[in-house]
Protein backbone atom coordinates (compact mmCIF):
# COMPACT_ATOMS: atom_id res chain seq x y z
CA UNK A 1 0.00 0.00 0.00
CA UNK A 2 1.39 3.46 -1.09
CA UNK A 3 0.92 6.20 1.41
CA UNK A 4 2.63 10.03 1.34
CA UNK A 5 2.84 12.42 4.28
CA UNK A 6 3.31 15.96 4.42
CA UNK A 7 5.37 17.73 7.07
CA UNK A 8 6.49 21.31 7.32
CA UNK A 9 5.39 24.62 9.31
CA UNK A 10 1.52 25.70 8.85
CA UNK A 11 2.59 29.23 9.33
CA UNK A 12 5.27 31.30 7.75
CA UNK A 13 6.21 35.12 7.28
CA UNK A 14 6.04 36.66 4.02
CA UNK A 15 9.83 36.55 2.12
CA UNK A 16 10.17 33.74 4.18
CA UNK A 17 11.43 30.32 2.57
CA UNK A 18 8.49 27.16 2.71
CA UNK A 19 10.68 23.91 3.13
CA UNK A 20 8.01 20.87 2.87
CA UNK A 21 9.26 16.97 3.47
CA UNK A 22 6.95 14.51 2.00
CA UNK A 23 7.44 10.78 3.37
CA UNK A 24 6.38 7.92 1.67
CA UNK A 25 6.16 4.33 2.31
CA UNK A 26 5.05 1.46 -0.28
CA UNK A 27 7.32 2.55 -3.30
CA UNK A 28 11.20 3.20 -4.14
CA UNK A 29 11.99 6.00 -5.56
CA UNK A 30 14.40 4.39 -7.92
CA UNK A 31 11.93 2.44 -10.02
CA UNK A 32 11.80 3.00 -13.29
CA UNK A 33 8.80 5.53 -14.02
CA UNK A 34 7.69 6.20 -10.67
CA UNK A 35 7.34 10.48 -9.79
CA UNK A 36 6.74 12.27 -6.71
CA UNK A 37 4.79 15.90 -6.92
CA UNK A 38 3.63 18.83 -5.22
CA UNK A 39 -0.06 20.34 -5.99
CA UNK A 40 -1.65 23.04 -3.79
CA UNK A 41 -4.85 24.58 -3.79
CA UNK A 42 -5.73 27.74 -2.29
CA UNK A 43 -8.70 27.92 -0.04
CA UNK A 44 -11.99 27.43 -1.98
CA UNK A 45 -9.74 27.33 -5.30
CA UNK A 46 -8.74 24.59 -7.88
CA UNK A 47 -5.63 22.74 -7.74
CA UNK A 48 -2.55 23.55 -9.28
CA UNK A 49 0.51 21.37 -9.79
CA UNK A 50 3.63 22.99 -8.43
CA UNK A 51 6.86 20.45 -9.45
CA UNK A 52 7.94 16.03 -9.48
CA UNK A 53 10.70 14.55 -9.53
CA UNK A 54 11.35 10.93 -11.22
CA UNK A 55 13.11 8.37 -10.28
CA UNK A 56 15.98 9.48 -12.90
CA UNK A 57 16.30 12.63 -11.14
CA UNK A 58 15.11 14.36 -13.71
CA UNK A 59 13.17 17.28 -12.47
CA UNK A 60 9.63 19.35 -13.90
CA UNK A 61 8.33 22.50 -12.32
CA UNK A 62 5.36 24.73 -13.01
CA UNK A 63 6.26 27.04 -15.78
CA UNK A 64 5.04 30.38 -13.69
CA UNK A 65 6.27 29.33 -10.48
CA UNK A 66 9.90 27.59 -11.88
CA UNK A 67 12.21 30.82 -10.39
CA UNK A 68 10.50 30.04 -6.76
CA UNK A 69 10.30 26.42 -6.55
CA UNK A 70 13.03 23.67 -6.02
CA UNK A 71 12.17 19.72 -5.19
CA UNK A 72 15.08 16.97 -4.36
CA UNK A 73 14.76 13.59 -3.43
CA UNK A 74 16.27 10.87 -1.12
CA UNK A 75 15.67 8.24 -1.95
CA UNK A 76 17.39 6.21 1.02
CA UNK A 77 15.13 8.36 3.21
CA UNK A 78 12.03 7.66 1.12
CA UNK A 79 11.74 11.97 1.30
CA UNK A 80 10.93 14.50 -1.29
CA UNK A 81 11.33 17.94 -0.44
CA UNK A 82 10.00 21.01 -1.81
CA UNK A 83 11.37 24.53 -0.85
CA UNK A 84 9.40 27.86 -2.51
CA UNK A 85 10.94 30.93 -1.82
CA UNK A 86 9.34 34.66 -1.24
CA UNK A 87 6.38 33.18 0.16
CA UNK A 88 3.09 35.78 -0.21
CA UNK A 89 0.18 35.76 1.01
CA UNK A 90 -1.54 34.52 -2.12
CA UNK A 91 0.38 31.31 -1.62
CA UNK A 92 -1.79 30.54 1.04
CA UNK A 93 -2.79 26.81 0.50
CA UNK A 94 -2.93 22.95 1.10
CA UNK A 95 -0.38 21.57 -0.30
CA UNK A 96 -0.38 17.92 -1.19
CA UNK A 97 2.70 15.20 -1.96
CA UNK A 98 1.59 12.57 -4.45
CA UNK A 99 2.67 9.54 -6.37
CA UNK A 100 2.96 9.51 -10.07
CA UNK A 101 3.31 6.55 -12.65
CA UNK A 102 1.79 7.40 -15.74
CA UNK A 103 0.94 10.90 -15.88
CA UNK A 104 -1.84 11.01 -13.69
CA UNK A 105 -1.29 11.78 -9.40
CA UNK A 106 -2.52 8.03 -7.41
CA UNK A 107 -2.45 8.35 -4.37
CA UNK A 108 -1.93 11.64 -2.44
CA UNK A 109 -1.18 12.55 0.75
CA UNK A 110 -3.72 14.13 3.20
CA UNK A 111 -2.11 17.81 2.44
CA UNK A 112 -0.79 20.04 4.95
CA UNK A 113 -2.69 24.10 4.67
CA UNK A 114 0.07 26.18 4.79
CA UNK A 115 -0.80 30.21 5.71
CA UNK A 116 1.28 32.93 5.14
CA UNK A 117 0.98 35.78 7.34
CA UNK A 118 3.00 38.40 9.00
CA UNK B 1 0.58 27.85 -21.76
CA UNK B 2 -1.95 24.97 -21.96
CA UNK B 3 -5.29 25.31 -19.99
CA UNK B 4 -8.42 23.50 -19.48
CA UNK B 5 -11.37 24.68 -18.83
CA UNK B 6 -14.55 23.49 -17.07
CA UNK B 7 -18.36 25.06 -16.04
CA UNK B 8 -18.32 25.73 -12.91
CA UNK B 9 -20.82 24.14 -11.38
CA UNK B 10 -23.24 21.12 -12.87
CA UNK B 11 -26.85 20.25 -11.14
CA UNK B 12 -28.51 16.76 -11.57
CA UNK B 13 -31.45 15.30 -10.04
CA UNK B 14 -31.37 12.14 -7.56
CA UNK B 15 -30.53 8.92 -10.68
CA UNK B 16 -30.25 10.96 -13.68
CA UNK B 17 -27.02 11.45 -15.33
CA UNK B 18 -24.83 14.18 -15.05
CA UNK B 19 -22.25 15.07 -17.66
CA UNK B 20 -18.70 17.41 -16.51
CA UNK B 21 -16.66 18.75 -19.95
CA UNK B 22 -12.73 19.32 -20.02
CA UNK B 23 -11.98 21.75 -23.00
CA UNK B 24 -8.58 22.47 -24.16
CA UNK B 25 -6.75 22.97 -27.84
CA UNK B 26 -6.84 19.24 -28.80
CA UNK B 27 -7.06 17.40 -25.73
CA UNK B 28 -8.50 14.48 -27.99
CA UNK B 29 -4.39 14.01 -28.63
CA UNK B 30 -3.64 14.03 -24.92
CA UNK B 31 -4.30 11.53 -22.04
CA UNK B 32 -6.92 12.73 -19.51
CA UNK B 33 -7.53 12.10 -16.03
CA UNK B 34 -10.19 12.65 -13.68
CA UNK B 35 -10.13 13.01 -10.21
CA UNK B 36 -13.09 13.36 -7.41
CA UNK B 37 -12.40 15.28 -4.27
CA UNK B 38 -15.38 15.69 -1.39
CA UNK B 39 -15.09 18.27 1.25
CA UNK B 40 -12.09 18.36 3.54
CA UNK B 41 -10.74 15.76 1.23
CA UNK B 42 -7.54 14.67 -0.67
CA UNK B 43 -8.83 14.06 -4.53
CA UNK B 44 -9.16 10.81 -5.67
CA UNK B 45 -8.51 9.45 -8.99
CA UNK B 46 -12.10 8.48 -10.89
CA UNK B 47 -11.01 7.85 -14.68
CA UNK B 48 -7.05 7.83 -15.85
CA UNK B 49 -6.11 7.75 -19.27
CA UNK B 50 -9.03 8.82 -21.01
CA UNK B 51 -11.75 6.01 -19.83
CA UNK B 52 -10.19 3.41 -17.24
CA UNK B 53 -11.32 2.95 -14.27
CA UNK B 54 -9.50 2.43 -10.93
CA UNK B 55 -10.53 -0.71 -8.88
CA UNK B 56 -13.11 0.32 -6.45
CA UNK B 57 -14.24 3.46 -8.54
CA UNK B 58 -18.27 2.72 -9.56
CA UNK B 59 -19.20 1.42 -13.26
CA UNK B 60 -21.23 4.24 -13.24
CA UNK B 61 -18.38 6.80 -13.71
CA UNK B 62 -17.31 6.84 -17.24
CA UNK B 63 -15.48 9.21 -20.14
CA UNK B 64 -14.74 10.41 -23.17
CA UNK B 65 -12.37 12.77 -25.04
CA UNK B 66 -12.20 13.50 -28.55
CA UNK B 67 -11.40 16.47 -30.57
CA UNK B 68 -11.61 19.77 -28.29
CA UNK B 69 -13.46 18.23 -25.37
CA UNK B 70 -13.32 15.29 -22.56
CA UNK B 71 -15.81 14.09 -21.03
CA UNK B 72 -16.84 12.63 -17.45
CA UNK B 73 -20.00 11.23 -17.45
CA UNK B 74 -22.05 10.16 -13.89
CA UNK B 75 -24.90 8.36 -14.89
CA UNK B 76 -27.74 7.12 -11.93
CA UNK B 77 -25.85 9.92 -9.76
CA UNK B 78 -26.10 9.60 -6.09
CA UNK B 79 -25.55 11.59 -2.99
CA UNK B 80 -22.32 10.68 -2.29
CA UNK B 81 -21.08 11.60 -5.98
CA UNK B 82 -21.53 15.68 -4.81
CA UNK B 83 -18.02 16.54 -5.10
CA UNK B 84 -15.74 18.44 -6.98
CA UNK B 85 -14.44 17.28 -9.87
CA UNK B 86 -10.95 18.36 -11.99
CA UNK B 87 -9.35 17.15 -15.46
CA UNK B 88 -5.60 16.88 -15.67
CA UNK B 89 -3.38 16.49 -18.66
CA UNK B 90 0.11 16.51 -19.36
CA UNK B 91 1.37 18.48 -21.53
CA UNK B 92 4.25 17.61 -23.69
CA UNK B 93 5.24 20.42 -24.93
CA UNK B 94 5.94 22.00 -21.45
CA UNK B 95 7.02 19.11 -19.74
CA UNK B 96 4.20 19.94 -17.19
CA UNK B 97 1.10 19.06 -15.50
CA UNK B 98 -2.14 20.96 -15.94
CA UNK B 99 -5.56 21.20 -13.99
CA UNK B 100 -9.05 21.82 -15.14
CA UNK B 101 -10.80 25.06 -13.15
CA UNK B 102 -13.09 22.15 -11.79
CA UNK B 103 -16.33 21.88 -11.33
CA UNK B 104 -19.12 21.73 -8.25
CA UNK B 105 -21.44 18.71 -8.83
CA UNK B 106 -24.83 19.54 -6.84
CA UNK B 107 -27.22 15.95 -6.55
CA UNK B 108 -30.53 17.56 -6.41
Known amino acids: QITLKESGPTLVKPTQTLTLTCTFSGFSLSTSGVGVGWIRQPPGEALEWLAIVYWDDDKRYSPSLRSRLTITKDTSKNQVVLTMTNMNPVDTATYYCVYSWGNWFDPWGQGTLVTVSS | ?108
Open chain 2, 1 to 108: SYELAQPLSVSVALGQTAKITCGGNDIGSKNVHWYQQKPGQAPVVVIYRDYNRPSGIPERFFASNLGSTATLTISGAQAGDEADYYCQVWDSSTGAYVFGTGTKVTVL
